[in-house]
Nanobody, 127 residues
Framework: VQLGESGGGSVQSGGSLRLSCRIS????????MAWFRQAPGKEREEVAL???????SYADSVKGRFTISQDNDKTTLYLQMNTLKPEDTAKYYC??????????????????????WGQGTQVTVSS
C-alpha cells in the first residue's frame, strides 16, 4: 500500500490550500482515511477523518475551515483548507487502514492503529 501527499506550500494567513493523497495497492474497497498534522515540538494531531460511508469528523481547531473528501473510487483523499492561520503550519500526513480503525473512539489509540501513512507535505502559513 502506498500513500502520496501533494498540494502543500506556503500561503498567507486567510489563504487556502488543497491537499491530495493518492492511495494505491489497497486490496479492500472499504477503509478508514484521515489527515494528521505535526508541527515541530508538538504531538501528532488528527485533523479530519472520513469513514467508509462518507461520515466525517474534524478536530475542533479546524471545524468550519477544513473539509475532508474523497473521490468516487476512493483512490484519492482530499483536504480543502480555507481561512488558514499561522497555527495551521505543520507537516500534513494522510493515513489509511481498514474500516475498524474508524470505530476506535479514542483519538490517540486510533492514530496508533493506522497502518499506512504517506510521507507528508509541508504547509506553512505566514501572518
Amino acid at each position: 500500500v502506498q500513500l502520496g501527499e501533494s498540494g502543500g506550500g506556503s500561503v498567507q494567513s486567510g489563504g487556502s490550500l488543497r491537499l491530495s493523497c493518492r492511495i494505491s495497492g489497497y486490496a479492500s474497497s472499504s477503509y478508514c482515511m484521515a489527515w494528521f498534522r505535526q508541527a515541530p515540538g508538538k504531538e501528532r494531531e488528527e485533523v479530519a477523518l472520513i469513514e467508509d460511508d462518507g461520515a466525517t469528523s474534524y478536530a475542533d481547531s479546524v471545524k468550519g475551515r477544513f473539509t475532508i473528501s474523497q473521490d468516487n473510487d476512493k483512490t484519492t483523499l482530499y483536504l480543502q483548507m480555507n481561512t488558514l492561520k499561522p497555527e495551521d503550519t505543520a507537516k500534513y500526513y494522510c493515513a489509511a487502514d481498514s474500516m475498524w480503525v474508524c470505530m476506535t473512539t479514542d483519538r490517540a489509540l486510533r492514530a496508533q492503529r493506522f497502518g499506512y501513512w504517506g510521507q507528508g507535505t509541508q504547509v506553512t502559513v505566514s501572518s
